[in-house]
C-alpha cells in the first residue's frame, strides 16, 4: 500500500509548495522510490482551463489531455513521470461531480452536505489508483485557514484517521521572514499557521520553513517546542537560484533521512548525480544567449512557466545560459518598433496565445525573424500567426486571418468543427463552452523524410501535447507552401498541419502543438536544444 505525504501551506501564498512536493518526489525517487504527485486545489473553478494566466498562470496540459495546474508541469519536470487528468483537481470539480449526482437523484433524497459528500468524493480523489507506488505526495492548493480549505483539510485529517499515522505525513510549508530591522529570523507567523492547523485536528510532522536563509539551531528548536514538531523534523526550504538545486538543498538538510525514518524505511544512499550534473550546468555555463519571448502574458512569469523552463533546459543542453526577453506585443503595433525592440536577440519565439490583442506585433516578429534570418521558433498560435505571415506578406492576401479574430473572407486558420482522437470523432461548433472543448492532449503528427523537423526529432513520427481551437486551413496549403513555408509535419489522418518550416531560412520552425510541456532538464526537448544551438551559432558567428 502507499504511503501518504500531505502538504499543507501556511502564512502567506506562492511559497513554492509545488516546487516542495516535486522536489521531495524527485528525491524518494532518487532513493529508488515509485512516486506520485496531486494537486488538490480549493478554487471553485471547475478546472484551469478557463482562468486567466494572468491570475493563475500557465494551464498545464497532461498526455490524456486534462487543463491542469502548473504544478503538475513542475511534478512532470522533477520526477520525469507522465501525470494524468486524476492528478490534479480543484473544489469547484467536485462540487460540479456532487451536483450532477444530485440532479440523477443519486441520493435519494437525503441532505447533499459538505460532511461526508463533498469530503468524501475528496478523499475518492486523492486515493484513486495509488496502490501501485511507494508514495503519493498530495499538494493541498491554498493557504490554512482559508474558509474554501476547511474541507480539503477535513478530508486529510480523516485518511490520516483511517490508514494510520504510520502509513500518513503531514508537511507544512511556512514563512519564517528574516525582519532586517529586528535583525532577527521571526517564528511566530508559522507558529500561528501550525496553530490553525491543529484546530482542524491536524498535527504536522515535519515543518518545511521557508526562509532567505540558513535557519540557526535555536530557531528550530523553538519552532519545534512551540509546534510540537521534532527540531530534527523542523527543516530550512532556503530560497535558492535555480529550482533543480533543491532536491539537492533537502538531502543536505536531511529532509528524506527524515520521512524514512518516520515510515521505517532503511536509510539508503539517493542517486543524485543528474541533479548535480544539472546544477553544475546552471552554474557554469560557457556562453549565453538572449531569446525574445513576444507574448501578451509577459508581466507575469508563470504565464509561459513551461516555455521559460523549457529554454532554460535547452540551455543546459548547450552549456549555455538562456538569458529571457519576454516582449509585450501590444506595445509594438508598428512594424519598425518591434524590429527596434528585436534587434539585440540572437532567437526569437512566439509563443501560444488567444485573441486579437497583440497579434498584429507578434505579425512583425515574425516577419522581422523570417527577413533577418533570426531563429525562429512559432508554438501553437505562433504557427497560425506564421501561416498568416506569409499568407499576407507573401502570398499577397491581404485579408489572410484567423476566424478567432472574427468573419474574414480569407481564413487561412480556422475553427475545425470534427476530428479524430483515438477512435471516436469529436465535434466542436462555434457556440459552445469555452472549457474543455479545445483539441487537447497527446496527439502523433508525421514528419516529413526531408525536413529540418526530421533532422530535429531523427523520427519519422512523434507525439505532442495540444490545446488550442484552431487549426491551419489546408485549402490554402499550395498557395502557402509556394511562398517558401512549408508543412513537415502532419496528423495522422493528413488533414491537420502540426509544423511548419522555411527551407530557406537557417531555422524558421513553427509548431501546432506545445513542446514546452513534454521538456524535462533530466531530458531537455529535441526542438528546444535545436533552438537555442541556432541562437547560439548565429551569436558565435
Ligand atoms: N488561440 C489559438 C487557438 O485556440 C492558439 C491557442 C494556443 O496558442 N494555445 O487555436
Redesign the pocket.
Known amino acids: 500500500m502507499t504511503r501518504y505525504i500531505f502538504i499543507t501551506g501556511g502564512v502567506v501564498s506562492s511559497l513554492g509548495k509545488g516546487i516542495a512536493a516535486s522536489s521531495l518526489g524527485a528525491l524518494l525517487q532518487a532513493h529508488g522510490y515509485s512516486v506520485r504527485i496531486r494537486k488538490f486545489d480549493i478554487y471553485l473553478n471547475v478546472d484551469p482551463g478557463t482562468m486567466s494566466p494572468y491570475q493563475h498562470g500557465e494551464v498545464f496540459v497532461t498526455e490524456d489531455g486534462a487543463e491542469t495546474d502548473l504544478d503538475l508541469g513542475h511534478y512532470e519536470r522533477f520526477t520525469n513521470h507522465d501525470h494524468t487528468r486524476f492528478d490534479c483537481t480543484a473544489m469547484g470539480r467536485i462540487y460540479a461531480r456532487i451536483i450532477e449526482k444530485e440532479r440523477r437523484g443519486d441520493y435519494h433524497g437525503h441532505n447533499v452536505q459538505v460532511v461526508p459528500h463533498v469530503i468524501d468524493e475528496i478523499k475518492a480523489f486523492i486515493t484513486h489508483e495509488t496502490s501501485d507506488m511507494d508514495f503519493t505526495l498530495v499538494e493541498i492548493g491554498g493557504t490554512v485557514g482559508d474558509i474554501e480549505g476547511l474541507p480539503a483539510l477535513e478530508s486529510i485529517r480523516q485518511l490520516a484517521f483511517d490508514l494510520g499515522r504510520e502509513k500518513t505525513l503531514f508537511i507544512h510549508v511556512a514563512l519564517v521572514p528574516y525582519i532586517e530591522a529586528a535583525g532577527e529570523i521571526k517564528t511566530k507567523a508559522a507558529q500561528h499557521s501550525v496553530r490553525t492547523l491543529l484546530s482542524y485536528g491536524i498535527q504536522p510532522d515535519m515543518l518545511l520553513c521557508r526562509t532567505d536563509r540558513d535557519l540557526p539551531q535555536s530557531a528550530k528548536e523553538k519552532l519545534g517546542l512551540f509546534c510540537n514538531v521534532r527540531p530534527e523534523r523542523v527543516m530550512t526550504g532556503k530560497d535558492l537560484k535555480s529550482i533543480y538545486e533543491v532536491p539537492l538543498y533537502y538531502h543536505q538538510e536531511g529532509v528524506d533521512q527524515q520521512i524514512c525514518s518516520y515510515f521505517n524505511l532503511p536509510a539508503t544512499t539517493p542517486h543524485l548525480e543528474p541533479w548535480k550534473q544539472i546544477v553544475e550546468k546552471f552554474y557554469q555555463p560557457k556562453d549565453a544567449v538572449d531569446i525574445a519571448v513576444v507574448g501578451k502574458y509577459v508581466q507575469l512569469q508563470d504565464a509561459y512557466k513551461s516555455l521559460y523552463e523549457a529554454l532554460n533546459h535547452g540551455g543546459f543542453a548547450n552549456d549555455v545560459k538562456v538569458n529571457l526577453h519576454p516582449i509585450d506585443a501590444r506595445n509594438f503595433e508598428d512594424y519598425s518598433s518591434m524590429a527596434d525592440a528585436l534587434s539585440l536577440c540572437d532567437g526569437i519565439i512566439v509563443p501560444?496565445?488567444?485573441g486579437t490583442h497583440g497579434s498584429e506585433g507578434k505579425i512583425h516578429a515574425i516577419t522581422y525573424a523570417r527577413e533577418t534570418k533570426r531563429p525562429f521558433l512559432g508554438?501553437?498560435?505562433g504557427m497560425?500567426l506564421s501561416v498568416v505571415e506569409a499568407a499576407r506578406n507573401l502570398a499577397g492576401l491581404k485579408n489572410a486571418s484567423s476566424t478567432?479574430f472574427g468573419p474574414t473572407d480569407t481564413p487561412v486558420i480556422g475553427l475545425m468543427t470534427e476530428w479524430m482522437s483515438k477512435d471516436t470523432l469529436q465535434k466542436r461548433h462555434a457556440h459552445q463552452d469555452l472549457g474543455g472543448t479545445?483539441r487537447l492532449g497527446a496527439y502523433p503528427c508525421h514528419i516529413h523524410p526531408h525536413s529540418l523537423a526530421h533532422a530535429i526529432y531523427r523520427e519519422a513520427v512523434i507525439s505532442e501535447r495540444h490545446?488550442?481551437?484552431?487549426e491551419v486551413n489546408t485549402n490554402y496549403k499550395d498557395i502557402i507552401e509556394a511562398t517558401g513555408l512549408v508543412f513537415s509535419g502532419m496528423s495522422a489522418d493528413g488533414k491537420l498541419p502540426e509544423i511548419v518550416e522555411r527551407p530557406d531560412h537557417p531555422f524558421f520552425i513553427a509548431t501546432q502543438f506545445?513542446p514546452e510541456l513534454k521538456s524535462r532538464p533530466t531530458a531537455p526537448h529535441p526542438l528546444f536544444k535545436a533552438f537555442v544551438k541556432a541562437a547560439l551559432d548565429r551569436r558565435q558567428g
Open positions: 501560444g496565445g488567444f508554438i501553437c498560435f497560425q478567432e479545445m490545446r488550442h481551437r484552431y506545445h
